[in-house]
């Protein structure tokens, strides 16, 4: 059974630096494509970030040059570093994996992604 898990939320001050894991368990193969996600109260989710197997990325436009996402195979792990927050990035984030790919591996594509941690809340204030 595949599950992801996610930690490394918390409260900062704008201007701080907070760093997401996302472990994966129940399969023993890179990914075809896993992002970031986010949902503030009162709004939609957002897309965030994504990665491709073969490491190529890509950013939603409000968080490019602040947040990298990178992963780490050998432990079945997915990163967010966090830069520059702002009291706007303030979201319950998610990290979401696609094992197979079937089309292109983007941010914007949330049907793309079949498994889905459980959130973890990153809250910066001004």
């Known amino acids: 059974q595949v599950q992801l898990v996610n930690s490394g939320g918390g409260s900062v001050q704008a201007g701080g630096s907070l760093r997401l894991s996302c472990v994966g368990f129940?399969?023993?193969?890179?990914?075809?494509?896993m992002g970031w996600f986010r949902q503030a109260p009162g709004k939609e989710r957002e897309g965030v970030a994504a990665i491709g197997m073969d490491s190529s990325t890509n950013y939603a436009d409000s968080v490019k040059g602040r947040f990298t996402i990178s992963q780490d195979n050998a432990k079945n792990t997915l990163y967010l570093q966090m830069n520059n927050l702002k009291p706007e990035d303030t979201a319950l984030y998610y990290c979401a994996a696609d094992l197979w790919g079937s089309r292109p591996c983007h941010y914007t594509d949330y049907d793309l992604f079949a498994y889905w941690g459980q959130g973890t809340q990153v809250t910066v204030s001004s």
């Open positions: 129940g399969y023993s193969y890179s990914p075809y494509c």
